[in-house]
């Protein structure tokens, strides 16, 4: 970086200063090197930028206290303490003087530059977004998958390539600002006199207007088209999620900024996987003779079957947990299970030789009594497994 000059040498004021003086000498160094009054001037620009690192230093006590001791040193990166995030990285831009000081040019002043701030950035025109639901499967969410989307939106107009002008030698210089895109309103205040800056409602900043218009868009610039977009979708995904593709809505007028493509996601329904977060859960169904003797049975997964052990005395409201085979998490922090709920089917009717084989087993000394009362009640167990 080049040697910086001493702050109050920048100001013209005294190492004693008061606060009051180095207001009032930056205003001054202020207006002389605003950009307004020099216009495509660098070295006002950078007159401009240096007065007000300067102030920003001088006017705040401990930011001048360390200045004082240690010089431009002690004011480099994060030693800065907030502000603009330290000078060592080359001083700050226009915006942020604006942004920051904003209120030295204003109306309590009187006369001074008002506004300034962001109205100077130029504010093209932007498209508008466009939403759309894509419906994905179990198996997608968990994969992750490419979505090739065939988008009806506002494009550029081919003739004009967007600019809405019939050729490079369409265009004139605004006559509204003078080609430099914001215009000055002065109103007279109880303060004195304000003035404020605006982007120029003639030309929205462009500093130009279309003298020839393209033919094909009638000067917009834009027609509807049709657009395949590419849209990755990572796995563990989950329903009302929204992925944003910048800049693939809809185009803008004469060139100005596109919208963004909104992606909403939609689960399809599955009802043998219902989701929980990253689990997954099925209700499986075993037979009461499953239930008793134990067994072995089939169990959905996302991308196939699995099968699995039932224990000989398993109850209804059992939970059985596949690890590691539910939904992957959308940040990377591992996966889920599948949950198997398991439940007992009672068959609705049953065969007069059925009923005899059950009639018989229910004298037996195990059949008897009633299972544990503890273990009937299948809400109460789901309440402890949710809990
Ligand atoms: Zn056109
Ligand atoms: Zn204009």
Known sequence: MAEKRDYYEVLGVERNADADTIKKAYRKAAIKYHPDKNPGDKEAEEKFKEAAEAYDVLSNQDKRARYDRYGHAGMGGAAGGGGFGGFSGGGFSMEDIFEQFGDIFGGAFGGGFGGGRSTRSRTATRGSDI???????LSEIAEGVTKKLKINKTVACEACGGTGAKDKSSYATCSQCNGSGYIITVQNSFFGRMQTQSVCPTCQGTGRTIKDKCTKCSGEG??????????????GVSDGMVLTVRGKGNAARQGGVNGDLLVVIEEEYNPQLMRDGNDLIHNMNITVTTAILGGEVEVPTIDGKARIKIAPGTHAGKVLRLRGKGLPDVNGYGRGDIMVVVDITIPDEITKEERQLIEKLAEQPNFKRAAGVENQNIFERMKNFFR
């Open 131 to 137: 939403r759309i639901t894509v419906k994905l499967t």
């Open 222 to 235: 834009t027609e509807r088209g049709q657009e395949i977009i590419e849209v990755k979708i990572p796995a």
